[in-house]
């Protein structure tokens, strides 16, 4: 019997398969291989070093090439811009709203809902919220406090409809 790596082609073929597999074997992949994947911080984007650690050990994990890794980050980067962009441009859809709703009047229903935020969320935690959000300027935000503002303003005060306080009786007053 004979065996097909007896046979010399086949030696030939084996050995320059090796010496292939051999000359392009890949250097070993560490976590500096992925020192460059183009995350970078740009305006309104921030990089969670957290994160980008975490990307490098999953990325080394699975033996994903650097050059692939940069291009997961690249898409990473480029989806978290078109997101930062769609909400701005929605933003600005809500102020093209509000606008169109209060007109002139616009700057001071912000100034009376900024007031009732004052006045109402002493400890300012709803307010960061709104701004966290982005939601400060969104019609249903705005429409909503300025009402809010509108009752308090059309609630009479409790101390104004309110009587003075009975005088206290001393023990003179019953002698």
């Not at 080394?60 to 441009?89: G, V, Y």
């Not at 912000?110 to 009732?116: F, G, K, Y």
């Amino acid at each position: 019997m004979v065996c097909a790596h007896d046979i010399p082609i086949c030696k030939i073929t084996l050995f320059s398969l090796k010496k292939k597999a051999e000359e392009s074997k890949e250097p070993e992949l560490t976590i500096d291989s992925y020192a460059d994947l183009g995350f970078k911080a740009e305006d309104g984007i921030s990089i969670n070093e957290d994160s980008v650690k975490s990307f490098k050990e999953i990325a080394l994990k699975h033996k994903i090439s650097p050059e692939a890794a940069k291009e997961i980050a690249t898409l990473q980067m480029d989806s978290t811009r078109k997101q930062q962009e769609d909400f701005k441009a929605l933003q600005k859809s809500w102020e093209a709203e509000n606008q169109k709703k209060y007109g002139d009047n616009l700057k001071n229903v912000e100034t009376n809902v900024a007031r009732v935020l004052t006045e109402l969320d002493k400890s300012g935690e709803f307010a960061k919220l709104l701004d966290l959000a982005g939601a400060k300027k969104h019609p249903a935000t705005l429409a909503f406090l300025k009402s809010i503002g509108e009752q308090l303003l059309e609630k009479p005060s409790v101390n104004a409809n309110a009587t003075a306080p009975a005088k206290e009786k001393t023990l003179a007053d019953f002698y």
